[in-house]
């Protein structure tokens, strides 16, 4: 902005999990700089992932999803949690977490708490005004609807027990610290 003599904006939002890797730098570099972080159950967001794998959507490439292996997939939730929870410890105040479950069931709320967070008295509804690219559209065709509460725990039915038993068993110190507890564990016993 200061090359084009534009005027510095007042907020600035990146939606960029891979800004994980320079958050320090960038709390650093930035001490205004607030960071929110969503997080979901990594059931649910295997689920997701391995569903978008399958096949079903027909304009998007599942490739951009990265690997799709369960056991990969519960590391790099646990990688991701704890490197934030890192972030919140570093830069106490400045990180905001909050768990999808809850911005679901109670959208403007949450929102509209974040807003605070942020130091701004504003409401918001709805989804914010999001917009979602064009290469991406079909993935997230529900964005401007409201929340699908049918589908939170759907994952419960429709992952396969075997990658719901892993995830538990790799990632349950940090499901466990989120509130998340073990589902298919106890459908499993002592084994699977």
């Given at each position: ?8 904006p ?14 320090q730098d960038?709390a ?7 960071f ?6 990594p059931r ?8 978008i ?5 027909e304009?998007f ?12 997939l519960?590391?790099?939730?646990v ?11 570093a ?13 679901c069931?109670?959208?403007s ?5 974040i ?9 918001l ?8 690219g064009v ?10 609807a ?12 429709e992952l ?9 068993q ?10 998340y507890e073990?589902v298919?564990t106890?459908?499993?016993g002592?084994?699977?």
């Amino acid at each position: 902005t200061r090359r084009r003599k534009l005027p510095m904006p007042e907020m600035v939002v990146f939606q960029r999990g891979s800004l994980l890797s320079v958050a320090q730098d960038i709390a650093t570099h930035f001490p205004e700089a607030k960071f929110v972080h969503v997080y979901r159950d990594p059931r649910a967001v295997i689920r997701s992932i391995t569903e978008i794998g399958s096949g079903r959507f027909e304009s998007f490439d599942p490739r951009h999803m990265g690997r799709r292996d369960t056991l990969g997939l519960a590391r790099n939730w646990v990688t991701y949690v704890e490197r934030v929870d890192a972030l919140a410890a570093a830069y106490p105040g400045r990180v905001y977490q909050i768990r999808f479950e809850h911005l679901c069931r109670d959208l403007s709320g949450e929102l509209n708490a974040i807003a605070r967070f942020a130091g701004r008295n504003f409401v918001l509804e709805g989804n914010g005004g999001v917009e979602v690219g064009v290469n991406e559209r079909e993935i997230h065709q529900n964005v401007s609807a409201a929340p699908m509460l049918d589908r939170l725990d759907a994952w419960q039915r429709e992952l396969p027990i075997w990658r719901g038993y892993v995830t538990e068993q790799f990632a349950a110190a940090a499901m466990h610290r989120r509130g998340y507890e073990p589902v298919f564990t106890e459908k499993c016993g002592s084994g699977l």
